[in-house]
């Protein structure tokens, strides 16, 4: 061995030179740091692996089955269902193969899609899937440590590591004449990559807080909420595979309100408008960029999450009072929703 190379305590090592490497060695409290950080993403790894399934969507055509899209799934209930991104699969009746991390591939379709949530399920034939324990991503802070699981570039089990670095951001999709706004969403600088939509955005416990569906940028990954509203369109397309909403054109994110508009108010935040999609209900009832809804039908409008709730179909077709806070004062505008195509 070579002489200007020693081995940590090895025999024969001075006492003085030992206890300089004890103390080296103690003072980089950055390992353990690292080795708790570690542990805690394999093992959310290791417990959320089993769920997340590699998806190829296909096609028919004349000469058989083509594939036509690829992403990921998360299974949520343990007789075949898949919880996925509306994008990734497209509309009802679209099929394609499931791939397990136990080597399993199974044929799905899909049951239902939301694509004002941005939400799909897909049905497979197996009745002993491992789903995902579900989380409130209402929960979450910024700052917060989360886990993505996917499929980036059909790299199946894919896992990288990051934090909560936003939250109530508003995503704009679809086409302009009719662009759907997908509200509450979760910005990550976990990385995520095409294939990973679809896929699992887990918390230190392993709970799945979201589901993968963009790449805004490097570092910038955006992912949709699992909360209550989620949740019940969830169960919705389980169970009837649709989900009737009402549409009103915004995107929108949380906002306090100016010191004027609290001072006859109990409220403190409102949803600032951030897009009006041209030709929607809320571009004819006259609302605008800045634009700060107050109240919606009489009930008040603290964040995009209070909004999401109240897009349910009895409000479909008709008119309901919307208050707004514009150029230092409040205004009164009528709006009537129209249902999500």
Same mark, same amino acid.
């Given at each position: 061995?070579?002489?200007?190379?020693?081995?940590?305590?090895?025999?024969?090592?001075?006492? =003085?030179?030992?206890?300089?490497?004890?103390?080296?060695? *103690?003072?980089?409290?950055?390992?353990? =740091?690292?080795?708790?950080?570690?542990?805690?993403?394999? *093992?959310?790894?290791?417990?959320?692996?089993?769920?997340?399934?590699?998806?190829?969507?296909?096609?028919?055509?004349?000469? !058989?089955?083509?594939?036509?899209?690829?992403?990921?799934?998360?299974?949520?209930?343990?007789?075949?269902?898949?919880?996925?991104?509306?994008?990734?699969? !497209?509309?009802? !009746?679209?099929?394609?193969?499931? *791939?397990?991390? &136990?080597?399993?591939?199974?044929?799905?379709?899909?049951?239902?899609? &939301?694509?004002?949530? &941005?939400?799909?399920?897909?049905?497979?034939?197996?009745?002993?899937?491992?789903?995902?324990?579900?989380?409130?991503?209402?929960?979450?802070?910024?700052?917060?440590?989360?886990?993505?699981?996917?499929?980036?570039?059909?790299?199946?089990?894919?896992?990288?590591?990051?934090?909560?670095? =936003?939250? !109530?951001?508003?995503?704009?999709?679809?086409?302009? @004449?009719?662009?759907?706004?997908?509200?509450?969403?979760?910005?990550?600088?976990?990385?995520?990559?095409?294939?990973?939509?679809?896929?699992?955005?887990?918390? $230190?416990?392993?709970?799945?807080?979201?589901?993968?569906?963009?790449?805004?940028?490097?570092?910038?990954?955006?992912?949709?909420?699992?909360?209550?509203?989620?949740?019940?369109?969830?169960?919705?397309?389980?169970?009837?595979?649709?989900?009737?909403?009402?549409?009103?054109?915004?995107?929108?994110?949380?906002?306090?309100?100016?010191?004027?508009?609290?001072?006859?108010?109990?409220?403190?935040?409102?949803?600032?408008?951030?897009?009006?999609?041209?030709?929607?209900?809320?571009? @004819? *009832?006259?609302?605008?960029?800045?634009?700060?809804?107050?109240?919606?039908? $009489?009930?008040?409008?603290?964040?995009?999450?209070?909004?999401?709730?109240?897009?349910?179909?009895?409000?479909?077709?008709?008119?309901?009072?919307?208050?707004?806070?514009?150029?230092?004062?409040?205004?009164?505008?009528?709006?009537?929703?129209?249902?999500? &195509?």
């Amino acid at each position: 061995m070579s002489p200007r190379l020693r081995l940590v305590g090895a025999a024969g090592e001075s006492p =003085a030179h030992g206890a300089h490497a004890d103390e080296h060695e *103690a003072g980089r409290p950055g390992d353990e =740091a690292l080795d708790a950080y570690s542990r805690t993403v394999t *093992a959310v790894a290791g417990a959320l692996a089993p769920a997340v399934a590699s998806l190829r969507v296909m096609r028919r055509t004349r000469r !058989g089955s083509v594939p036509v899209g690829a992403g990921s799934g998360v299974a949520v209930s343990g007789d075949g269902f898949l919880l996925t991104s509306a994008h990734v699969v !497209g509309a009802p !009746g679209a099929s394609g193969r499931a *791939a397990f991390d &136990d080597g399993r591939e199974l044929r799905f379709e899909v049951a239902g899609a &939301d694509p004002l949530s &941005d939400l799909a399920i897909i049905r497979t034939e197996a009745g002993d899937l491992a789903p995902a324990e579900l989380g409130d991503a209402d929960e979450l802070r910024v700052g917060q440590l989360v886990v993505a699981i996917g499929n980036p570039h059909g790299l199946s089990g894919s896992v990288t590591a990051g934090v909560v670095s =936003a939250l !109530g951001r508003a995503l704009p999709a679809g086409e302009r @004449r009719r662009a759907r706004i997908i509200d509450n969403v979760i910005q990550t600088d976990a990385a995520l990559n095409p294939g990973n939509s679809g896929g699992a955005l887990a918390d $230190g416990a392993g709970r799945l807080v979201g589901v993968n569906t963009a790449v805004a940028g490097i570092g910038l990954g955006l992912a949709i909420p699992i909360n209550a509203t989620t949740t019940a369109i969830i169960g919705e397309l389980i169970a009837t595979g649709q989900v009737r909403r009402a549409f009103l054109g915004i995107a929108g994110g949380p906002r306090p309100l100016p010191p004027r508009a609290r001072r006859d108010r109990a409220q403190r935040e409102a949803v600032e408008v951030i897009e009006v999609v041209p030709g929607s209900p809320a571009d @004819r *009832a006259g609302l605008r960029e800045a634009d700060l809804v107050l109240e919606l039908n $009489g009930a008040q409008v603290r964040s995009a999450t209070d909004l999401q709730r109240m897009m349910v179909a009895s409000l479909i077709g008709k008119p309901v009072p919307l208050l707004v806070w514009r150029a230092g004062e409040e205004l009164r505008l009528e709006l009537t929703p129209e249902e999500l &195509d």
